[in-house]
């Protein structure tokens, strides 16, 4: 029987996930964001606009004028935090993991092992197409959302990541055991246990 052992992890010889290579994503991907973002600004402003100047007409225009303003900085400053963020976007597909890398002022990195997917989506919108660009999506069991989405592929080599994704999920299925067999293995053990006990009881009599 192996001895049990419960050493002290040392945190200094651990791995740094931070000193790893990351990639960037594809510079054309910036388009998307620019182009959601003027979609968003220009349906908020019209509709603000629109409930200032034809549905609160007992407000002074003063107070409609400085609201715009204000709502209007507010665009800019987050226009400006969504654009700093994209220079964040990066990945990595590590030997038994991938990593995904985004944020400005609160910098997240995500790393899902391999063994936890369970499938992978490529998506693509039309705008995308157009650019020739799609996003990966990773799903794991712990999650009914995906897990990470990494967009701003080139279309070719987000194909190429599903396919390789896809093959580590079926070795990952093909290397468990399963139901059946854990059940068998728990059944032999058992029995094994049974009769071991059998011929201790029989040669004490």
Request: hydrophobic share 45%; glycine share 4%.
């Amino acid at each position: 029987m192996d001895s049990f052992t419960n050493q002290t992890i040392n945190f200094q010889e651990l791995p740094d996930y931070k000193k790893t290579t990351l990639t960037p994503i594809a510079k054309r991907y910036k388009k998307i964001v620019i182009f959601n973002l003027i979609l968003s600004n220009v349906i908020l402003l019209g509709l603000t606009i629109s409930v200032y100047f034809f549905l609160l007409d007992e407000v002074e225009t003063i107070y409609k004028l400085g609201g715009l303003f204000i709502l209007f900085l507010i665009l800019i400053l987050f226009d400006f935090f969504t654009l700093m963020a994209f220079k964040r976007k990066s990945y990595a597909f590590r030997a038994q993991d991938v990593i995904y890398c985004s944020g400005i002022l609160t910098i997240t990195h995500e790393i899902v092992p391999y063994n936890r997917l369970q499938h992978v989506v490529l998506k693509q919108g039309w705008f995308s197409r157009y650019l020739g660009l799609a996003t990966i999506e990773c799903f794991t069991a712990a999650s009914a959302n995906n897990e990470i989405a990494i967009p701003g592929l080139e279309l070719e080599q987000a194909e190429q990541i599903k396919n390789m994704l896809l093959n580590k999920i079926i070795k990952t299925d093909l290397n468990e055991p399963t139901f059946e067999t854990v059940l068998l293995e728990e059944f032999t053990h058992l029995e094994n246990d049974f009769s071991h006990q059998k011929k201790e009881i029989d040669g004490t009599n």
